[in-house]
């Protein structure tokens, strides 16, 4: 293959094999991914409901790849749990339950000790709740930290509300 073959194939996608060109506007929607409509109620239930209670907290909604589809931090919430809301929400996306079920796997004595050391970090206590699609399907994660971890998971069941509504 000659030098401008390569860069070719490495510089245009559409010399690559299995390249399908798509037109804008031609895209279809994956009906397993989080939309960016449903990513923006469900950070307004949540703030909706910490503000009812008082308490600023930082929301974090993944996709089901665990990557960051929307992100919220209140006026007041504390800095440190900007990374606890992501990884409690990491935490459900990854292990397709309750955040706070991990913790039974990876306690002192359980059969995966320091597991919450993985993945780049996990949150193993409440406020991380899996979003699951009308067929079961795993679409993403929400990750709520700044309160208490009973306030957190209150925030959380809010924005799971404004998902599954």
């Known amino acids: 293959m000659t030098s401008a073959a390569v860069w070719k194939r490495r510089n245009d996608p559409a010399a690559r094999p299995g390249f399908r060109h798509e037109h804008p506007g031609t895209r279809k929607e994956n009906p397993a991914m989080i939309t960016t409509h449903q990513a923006r109620a469900m950070i307004s239930a949540a703030e909706t409901q910490a503000a009812a209670i008082g308490v600023p907290v930082n929301i974090a909604i993944l996709d089901s790849g665990a990557h960051l589809k929307a992100f919220s931090r209140m006026d007041g919430a504390p800095l ?86």
């Open 80 to 165: 440190g749990s900007i990374d606890v809301a992501t990884r409690k929400a990491r935490t459900a996306v990854l292990f397709e339950t309750n955040s706070e079920a991990v913790w039974e796997y990876c306690k002192p004595g359980a059969p995966a000790p320091g597991l919450e050391l993985s993945n780049g970090g996990l949150a193993p206590f409440a406020g991380g709740i899996p979003l699951r699609g009308p067929d079961g399907s795993m679409q993403g994660g929400i990750g709520v930290s700044g309160g208490s971890v009973v306030q957190d998971f209150e925030i959380a069941r809010a924005a799971l509300a404004a998902f599954t509504s």
